[in-house]
């Protein structure tokens, strides 16, 4: 079981909006950056967002991310089928000198 | 643009031990901070170690399930990060990522493509 906890799956239609969550203890997200990636079935992760709400070049203003006491949230708005993927956020934990990630979250745009 | 091309997967023994390889191109491998990341089948992600740079000390972690089985090193004049992976057991089946960047700051930037490693007798 992960130190992150992520709901195991989220739906919604195409155009709407969707939220993930990811939530921990105060003492792992404290003031530490969170980092989502997506990840399509069969493909290599992908760098969605960095320091908790920064997004690298390329990836579209529709994917947003948002921290706030021990938890944080990644949002998605417009969704597309393309979209279809699972989420997964990740922390350094300083504690424990590692790298954790959440459960991951399967998105299906209905 | 930035590559990274993992090889090495294969099929071993319980016990046994392989050695993972990550080639980077693309970008200064010499100043990046390399992480090794593995998917389970059906699994979500799970963080292998990261060794920096060593510009920033070579510091190597692991996650506490491979500390004492894997090491990571790094060949800066062959742009390529190693997995030595030993005692090796069947829940070390995975698919292998190396990935770039330090994930308490910039996230993981790039990923390699993977390559799957079977545990089995």
């Known amino acids: 079981q992960s130190v992150l906890t992520q709901p195991p799956s989220v739906s919604a239609a195409p155009g709407q909006k969707v939220t993930i969550s990811c939530s921990a203890s105060?003492?792992?997200?404290?003031?530490?950056?969170i980092s989502w990636y997506q990840q399509v079935p069969g493909t290599a992760p992908k760098l969605l967002i960095y320091?908790?709400?920064r997004r690298p070049s390329g990836i579209p203003d529709r994917f947003s991310g948002s921290k706030s006491g021990t938890s944080a949230t990644l949002g998605i708005t417009g969704l597309q089928t393309g979209d279809e993927a699972d989420y997964s956020c990740?922390?350094?934990?300083?504690?424990?000198?590692?790298?954790?990630f959440g459960g991951g979250t399967k998105l299906t745009v209905l | 643009e930035v590559q990274l091309v993992e090889s090495g997967g294969g099929l071993v023994k319980p016990g046994g031990s392989l050695r993972l390889s990550c080639a980077g191109s693309?970008?200064?491998?010499?100043?990046?901070?390399m992480n090794w990341v593995r998917q389970a089948p059906g699994k979500g992600l799970e963080w292998v170690g990261r060794?920096?740079?060593?510009?920033?000390?070579?510091?190597?972690d692991y996650a506490a399930p491979v500390k004492g089985r894997f090491s990571i090193s790094r060949d800066d004049s062959r742009n390529t990060v190693y997995l030595q992976m030993s005692n090796l057991k069947s829940e070390d089946i995975a698919v292998y990522y190396c990935?770039?960047?330090?994930?308490?700051?910039?996230?993981?930037?790039?990923w390699g493509q993977g390559t799957l490693v079977t545990v089995s007798s």
């Open positions: 990935a770039t960047g330090d994930a308490a700051s910039v996230g993981l930037d790039y």
């Open positions: 693309g970008f200064t491998f010499s100043n990046a901070w």
């Open positions: 060794i920096k740079s060593k510009v920033n000390g070579g510091t190597i």
């Open positions: 105060s003492s792992k997200i404290g003031n530490n950056y």
């Open positions: 320091e908790n709400n």
């Open positions: 990740v922390i350094w934990d300083s504690s424990l000198s590692a790298v954790l």
